[in-house]
């Protein structure tokens, strides 16, 4: 049998199966002044990707905690190529503000000499230690949450409630394997069977949140919490670029009522529309995953409505 390369072969399985490589750097800023990484105004800075949902996921939390002016952001040119993440000072192009690099790469050779692992985002660096705090964005939304959030001007939402500790860890962890990490298991896949292996649990658990949703405003009752923010990322590139791009096409997302009403209703709250760039997500998916889209052409549609009222707040009222 004839192996097929992968878009990261270093991350596919003897079957075709993409299995994603581990986050390298996982120390953690802390509320201790002592500590290596205590929690400081103006001394942290996120690397992002407007394009990438896990890069999104912390812009939102950053956005939600009000931690604008506590933590800068840098954000990559949306093409990526073999040289990984770049900024581009050109004409609506990017810039780092923290360190000048031109690629992201110059931020994990400055933490780890020899580092051979991919240059993924979001990244959490540190401008005193010159180095990388964290490339998980699971550890970076709890810091955001956590000890970041004593250096928010004012009173920000809880997003991981204690009382909700278990059935929040369960339910992210359901989404993150079948969803979030789920379009990419399909969408890599470079086997047959891997394909339709990861689209079926994809959309076992689309059909089943789905009736979640039909009872409560959010996952877990009237307020949303990082769960929803996890979802909402796959949720709102799903028919934009899951669905054709990754073949994730047994149905669309707009087939879903309660479903896409949930994705408009965050979508709609504030400050959460201006972490969405669709022209980052499109170009970035269409024109650097070349093994999937060898022409790079960018399509043109399909035409979304992130705007119309969802009425779920007054389907479920506080």
């Known amino acids: 049998m004839t192996t097929v390369r992968g878009q990261f072969p270093d991350e596919q399985t003897v079957d075709g199966e993409f299995a994603r490589q581990e986050d390298a750097f996982r120390s953690h800023v802390v509320p201790e002044s002592s500590a290596p990484f205590p929690a400081v105004a103006g001394r942290y800075h996120l690397y992002v990707s407007l394009a990438c949902p896990w890069a999104h ?23 990526r190529d073999e040289r990984g993440w770049a900024f581009r000072d050109i004409p609506g192009g990017t810039i ?24 993924t985002v979001p990244v959490l660096w540190d401008k005193v230690a010159g180095r990388i705090v964290n490339n998980s964005e699971d550890d970076i939304c709890r810091m955001l949450n956590g000890p970041f959030a004593a250096l928010a001007p004012g009173p920000t939402p809880d997003l991981f409630p204690p009382a909700l500790a278990a059935d929040q860890d369960a339910l992210s962890a359901r989404i993150y394997e079948t969803l979030n990490n789920g379009v990419y298991r ?4 470079t086997g047959q069977r891997a394909y339709e292996r990861a689209v079926r649990r994809l959309f076992a658990t689309l059909d089943e949140l789905e009736v979640r949703l039909a009872q409560s405003r959010f996952l877990f009752g009237p307020e949303p919490v990082e769960t929803d923010w996890r979802l ?14 990754f073949k994730c096409n047994v149905r669309r997302l707009a087939d879903y009522p309660n479903l896409s009403a949930y994705l408009r209703d965050l979508f709609q709250l504030p400050g959460i529309a201006t972490t969405v760039n669709f022209d980052h997500i499109k170009r970035h998916y269409y024109v650097t995953h070349t093994e999937i889209n060898p022409t790079g052409i960018v399509p043109l549609g399909p035409v979304l409505d992130f705007l119309s009222p969802p009425g779920r707040d007054r389907r479920f009222p506080a």
């Open 57 to 79: 996921r912390t812009l939102i939390v950053r956005t939600l905690k009000q931690l604008e002016s506590v933590i800068g952001v840098s954000v990559v040119d949306p093409v």
């Open 96 to 119: 780092d503000h923290a360190n000048g690099f031109r690629f992201l790469s110059e931020a994990y050779a400055a933490s780890m000499p020899g580092y051979r692992g991919r240059w």
């Open 186 to 189: 399909a969408g890599f896949a």
């Open 232 to 245: 909402f990322c796959t949720l709102v590139r799903f028919d934009a670029v899951y669905h054709g791009h």
